[in-house]
């Protein structure tokens, strides 16, 4: 098996607000990928004590658990546990009902001998190569169908298109926005590798276009992850004016990549 697992902060004088982990058991059987892209709140605090980086590494850390150790435990399950935990270990000092409490998108797979499940929640990205090339991308798109310009909108902004209908979803507070993911499960042999993304290193394909998701998989197996996120670096500093199809997006974002080969 290999794996590689590259994060880098968007902002060297900032934290790192993505969480990445590998998790394969000491039984040998199986293992499980979660990347977790933490949402940046607004200049409130959105009412909690903690940063974001405490939040992603709490929730992070507990989804990694739970997909290791109770690999029985379907994923649905799994991610709504570790929100409610993570929410336990904050509710009695942060205002958990702000729209702009820390939250995050996640992307998790997990694997055994005969499947491999996958959860992905709001812009986080997951890739499926099959052993004989082709690759699927499994994508929650209810961000990306909003409007442009609902995106630059005070709705945006201030929160109040998470987390609803007609908005998007993401891993805040609420352990029941677990079932809103994009969640399904393919047989082992039909998965020869994998790889999870937050949007930073995904701009590659969604916004810079330098080619399909079969194009950046094939970037990851022959170059690694760690030449995806600096060629994403490469063209954000060559083309400012990118900022006008990015929305309200940063620059440089957080990016994180993680590569498996089963």
């Known amino acids: 098996m290999r794996t590689e697992l590259v994060s880098r902060p968007g902002d060297p004088a900032r934290p790192n607000e993505d969480f990445a982990s590998v998790g394969l058991p000491a039984c040998g059987q199986g293992g ?19 940063s974001v980086p405490w939040f992603t590494a709490r ?3 507990a989804l990694t658990e739970l997909t290791v150790s109770a690999p029985d435990v379907p994923l649905v399950e799994a991610l709504s546990l570790a929100v ?7 509710a009695e000092t ?3 009902s702000h729209p702009r409490t820390p939250q995050a998108t996640v992307a998790v797979a997990r694997w055994s001998a005969e499947t491999v499940d996958y959860l992905v929640l709001s812009d986080a990205v997951l890739l499926l190569a099959s052993p004989d090339g082709p690759v699927t991308p499994v994508l929650d798109d209810r961000l990306a169908r909003l409007p ?14 998470r987390n609803r209908e007609g908005g998007f979803f993401t891993a805040a507070a609420d352990p029941a926005v677990a079932a ?4 399904g499960s393919v047989p082992r042999a039909g998965v020869g590798a994998l790889a999870a993304l937050s949007d930073g290193a995904a701009r590659w394909t969604e916004t810079f276009h330098e080619g399909d998701w079969t194009d950046l998989f094939a ?23 990118g900022r006008a199809f990015l929305g309200n997006a940063k620059t440089h974002d957080d990016a994180t990549a993680v590569y498996v080969e089963l």
Do not use: Q
């Open 94 to 96: 942060c205002d958990l």
């Open 180 to 183: 809103r993911a994009v969640t």
């Open 32 to 50: 499980s990928v979660v990347v977790l892209d933490g949402v940046t709140p607004p200049p409130d605090g959105g009412g909690c004590l903690h």
């Open 219 to 241: 970037l990851l197996r022959a170059r690694g992850a760690e030449a995806l996120v600096e060629r994403v670096r490469e063209r954000e500093r060559a083309d400012r004016s």
């Open 148 to 161: 442009r310009e609902l995106l630059r909108s005070a709705a945006y902004v201030d929160g109040s298109l």
């Open 59 to 61: 929730l992070g850390g």
């Open 84 to 90: 409610a935990r993570t929410a336990a270990a904050h």
